[in-house]
Nanobody
Framework: QVQVVESGGGLVQAGGSLRLSCTAS????????MGWLRQAPGEERERVSC???????WYADAVKGRFTISRDNAKNTLYLQMNSLKPEDTAMYYC?????????????????WGQGTQVTVSS
């Protein structure tokens, strides 16, 4: 059974940083395209960033230059380093796994999801 678990969320002041982590049991992250998505209250879920096993990355325009996605295959862990956080980054952040293709990153067609970790940025 596949289980995806996010951690690292919290409350931070604007301009601060957080690093989210995602671990998975039942699947090897390096076999999948891995993504971070977020959903703010009253808003639709949106893609934030994605990385393929080959290291191709995708970022939403809203986070380019501030967020960095990475993976540690030895630890089977995905990360999202978030710097220069803004109040508009406040959301539930989800980790997801999908077919290992850049198209997965572009389309957001992920098959496995975690329960999310809350990020709140105060002004």
């Amino acid at each position: 059974q596949v289980q995806v678990v996010e951690s690292g969320g919290g409350l931070v002041q604007a301009g601060g940083s957080l690093r989210l982590s995602c671990t998975a049991s039942g699947l090897t992250l390096d076999d999948y395209a891995m993504g971070w998505l977020r959903q703010a209250p009253g808003e639709e879920r949106e893609r934030v960033s994605c990385i393929t096993s080959g290291g191709m990355t995708w970022y939403a325009d809203a986070v380019k230059g501030r967020f960095t996605i990475s993976r540690d295959n030895a630890k089977n862990t995905l990360y999202l380093q978030m710097n220069s956080l803004k109040p508009e980054d406040t959301a539930m952040y989800y980790c997801a796994a999908g077919r290992n293709s850049y198209y997965t990153c572009v389309s957001g067609g992920f098959g496995y999801w975690g329960q999310g970790t809350q990020v709140t940025v105060s002004s």
